[in-house]
């Protein structure tokens, strides 16, 4: 069973922004992985723009080559590679062309990449960005060149991302880098560092710019949002030893998405990843009480049973996540809800995996990202614990958990039939080039015929028909939010 990877649509495509004058070079830059790593590489596009470069999707002319990479599974690292070797047989074509690897897998293999891989001419760790011109200066003086050092107050909070490949109605906006959790299989402590707060007036700066430009919606980011807290730009876990002062000119993850919502009442909002360890009840009456903050929320759960969240060092139980469910549904009604879910953890029994699936048929998820559990290298779960479930189980089980996601999902798009629904068009259906494709609230894919409007408009959508995953409908006129 094939496993759900993020966001198909953009992965691994180069995407470029507008040429800036008198800029010569050309910069070839594709991302894999989650939403941070597609961030970024906005803010590596940005910085290499002020040292004369222009992005190109032709692989064949780019005088640079960045690949943003991702480590969660081992899969994600060989898609890199097989790129690598692709970037190689271009390189016969076009010699002078140098190639450089980003992220998390550069962070995780570090000088190693280059051993391993000999077209690499430059290994840049995602906090090291900043240092991406002087690096450039040794690759091009014939040096290969590494910077892999993790900061523990680097949130690139002064670099004005430019939106690659844009719509130019929906944006990222990182509020957090890195993470303080320690999920066992996890590698993103490892290559993201320690977990850091951007400063809120940077973040009300950006969307701003972002509201000027007339974008209509943000996605407010982080490794884990909910720990949001900045004080003067010290570390979350020292917050004990902050001043009174300090303290009580906090700002807390809600607080920070009253700000925006204040600040920009006919922008969506939308934020991720969200942490049930983490999750406040005061972020659920902020989502309640702002119309523009859409009501849904990505809420990772890995796994139903306690014993092996418990082996996975994630700081809550089955029984407080359900609880968390039913907070959210009693402030939140209709709030549409999303999962991650680590299937064939080792030591997971058939026991562990119907807790799974118990919880799942309790909470009925809109959609989500299964995966089967990747040992991952350096993280505690492959030092401490075995990969013990044969490969067959976790292909058994995570054909059981998509079968009862497909369901669930199926269960709420049925449910929104004849419904009214106030949809943000974001572009041309991919299946049609007669429907305009956007989301609802919900975070659910609307589909409608085009008419006159156009992307960027809010438009109230009767829904008609749907599929599992997207709803089909008739639009009715514009929103009062247009
Ligand atoms: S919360 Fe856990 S799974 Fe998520 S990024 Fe942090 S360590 Fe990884």
Known sequence: ??????????????????????????????????????SDSEIVASILANEGFNTTTQLEEADLVLVNTCSIRDKAEQTVRKRLEKYNAVKRINPGMKVGVLGCMAERLKEKFLDEEKIVDMVVGPDAYKDLPNLLKEVDEGRDAVNVILS???????????????NGINALVSITRGCDNMCTFCVVPFTRGRERSRDPLSILNEVADLAKKGFKEVTLLGQNVDSYLWYGGGLKKDFKKASEMEKATATSFSQLLAMVAEA?????????????QD????????MAKYDNICNSIHLPFQSGSTRILKEMNRQHTREEYMQLIDKINE???????????????????????????SLMEYVKFNFGFMFKYS????TMAARKLEDDIPEEIKKRRLTEIVDAQQ??????????????????IERESKKSNAHWSGRNP???????????????????????????ATLIGEAIGYSENN
């Open 1 to 38: 069973m094939e496993e759900k990877v993020i966001d198909e649509t953009k992965q691994g495509q180069s995407l470029t922004l507008e040429a800036r004058k008198g800029n010569t070079r050309k910069l070839f830059i594709e991302s894999y992985g989650c939403q941070m790593n597609f």
């Open 152 to 166: 523990r107050d680097e949130t690139y909070g002064d670099i004005s991302p430019v939106r690659l490949g844009t």
């Open 264 to 276: 920009h009442p006919k922008m969506r909002i939308r934020f991720s990843t969200s942490n049930p």
């Open 279 to 286: 999750m406040t009840e005061d972020v659920l009456h902020t």
């Open 331 to 357: 402030i939140i009604p209709e709030c549409g809800l999303s999962q991650d879910i680590i299937t064939g953890f080792p030591t997971e029994t058939e026991e562990d995996h119907q807790d799974t699936l």
């Open 375 to 378: 040992e991952r290298p350096g």
């Open 407 to 424: 369901r669930h999902s199926a269960y709420h798009t049925n449910r929104s039939l004849g419904k009214v629904v106030e949809v943000l």
């Open 442 to 468: 919900q975070n659910l894919v609307v589909v409608f015929p085009k008419e006159d409007y156009k992307p960027g408009d809010f438009v109230m959508v009767k829904v008609t028909d749907c599929t599992s």
